[in-house]
Nanobody, 117 residues
Framework: QVQLVESGGGLVQPGGSLRLSCVAS????????MAWHRQAPGKERELVAS?????????ADSVKGRFTISLSRDYVKRTMYLQMTSLKPEDTAVYYC?????????WGQGTQVTVSS
């Protein structure tokens, strides 16, 4: 089983930056893809960015050029980051970490990102 712990959310002004982290532990060998999703109030959860084990990233059009997803790993854990720059009020949401693989589809508890002046 995979456990996910997110951190790094908070309140930031428009144009500011934040970095989210997600630490995956447990049966990490089963993970093929890790991703960040977000859900704003009254809206459906949407994919923000994903990265496969080889490191190739994929981004939603709304965040291309502003967000960067990256992955580091060692023998006992994987850490996924989401560097967010030029933040906009419409980026306000709860951000969730997701790990997917053979027999694996785990979600983190979510971390709130609020972009407001």
């Amino acid at each position: 089983q995979v456990q996910l712990v997110e951190s790094g959310g908070g309140l930031v002004q428009p144009g500011g930056s934040l970095r989210l982290s997600c630490v995956a532990s447990g049966t990490i060998f089963s993970i093929n893809t890790m991703a960040w999703h977000r859900q704003a109030p009254g809206k459906e959860r949407e994919l923000v960015a994903s990265i496969i084990s080889s490191g190739r990233p994929n981004y939603a059009d709304s965040v291309k050029g502003r967000f960067t997803i990256s992955l580091s790993r060692d023998y006992v854990k994987r850490t996924m980051y989401l560097q967010m720059t030029s933040l906009k009020p419409e980026d306000t949401a709860v951000y969730y970490c997701n790990a997917v693989g053979t027999l694996t589809n785990e979600w983190g508890q979510g971390t709130q990102v609020t972009v407001s002046s």
